[in-house]
């Protein structure tokens, strides 16, 4: 007769279970960021030998997500800039993150927001969003290259709908103010963007 062992077959009900799941997307409504699957990281020219990289770490997503017609969904964005991360090798020197993220670079007291206000569909799962990015108390227009990664009714894990999405864009920093040290450090700034939604109502 032959045994399955039982760590086997457990592992064979939670493949089925998670290919059932992505066959059964999440259905539309709000939804948030889940702040344990999601990264934000940006990234510029340094003196032309790198691209420094640093990320945000309190970044919360708003969604109200509609996937019958996904360009009328909408979108909402708060970054603390605060919550900069660098890495820095020497914290017991330097604070680099306080330096970089303190109200001289970033003015914490004023939020970084983005607000969508047109969203194209540009590929099966592909688009743009087209937001006001309001970063140092200015405003101005701001875009996003978005890729739908999928979603499911119920993640076999946490048991409630999620999205996944990437995201990519740039901005010229001396547009908002930020204009030290250009060229020797890049005016242009790049980032990145995973992250993974769960309902506007889920308590972590």
């Known amino acids: 007769m032959l045994r399955i062992p039982a760590f086997l077959l457990a592992l ?8 059932a799941a992505a066959d059964d997307p999440a259905p539309g ?3 948030k960021t889940d702040p344990s699957h999601s990264s934000f ?10 691209h420094y990289t640093a990320r945000f770490t309190r970044v919360d997503a708003r969604l109200d997500w509609k ?14 800039p605060l ?6 090798p020497w914290p017991e020197k330097v604070d680099f993150d306080a330096e970089i993220g303190g109200d001289k670079t970033f003015l914490a007291a004023k939020p970084i927001t983005f607000v969508s206000r047109a969203i194209q569909i540009t590929g099966e ?11 140092r108390g200015e ?22 709908p999620k999205i ?16 030290f040290a250009i060229p020797e450090l890049g005016d242009e700034v790049t980032f990145a963007i995973e992250t993974q939604m769960v309902p506007a109502d889920y308590a972590f």
């Open 12 to 19: 064979a009900l939670s493949a089925a279970t998670a290919l």
């Open 29 to 31: 409504g709000a939804y």
């Open 41 to 50: 990281n940006w990234s510029f020219n340094h003196s032309g030998l790198s």
């Open 67 to 80: 996937p019958e017609r996904p360009e009328t969904s909408a979108l909402s964005v708060t970054i603390d």
């Open 83 to 88: 919550s900069v991360r660098t890495d820095y």
């Open 125 to 135: 799962k592909t688009g743009t969003v087209e937001g006001l990015l309001t970063f």
């Open 139 to 160: 405003t101005h227009p701001a875009t996003l290259d978005v890729t739908f990664n999928g979603s499911m009714a119920k993640h076999p894990m946490m048991g409630v």
């Open 164 to 179: 996944g999405f990437s995201a990519r864009g740039s901005i010229k920093r001396s547009e908002w103010g930020l204009d």
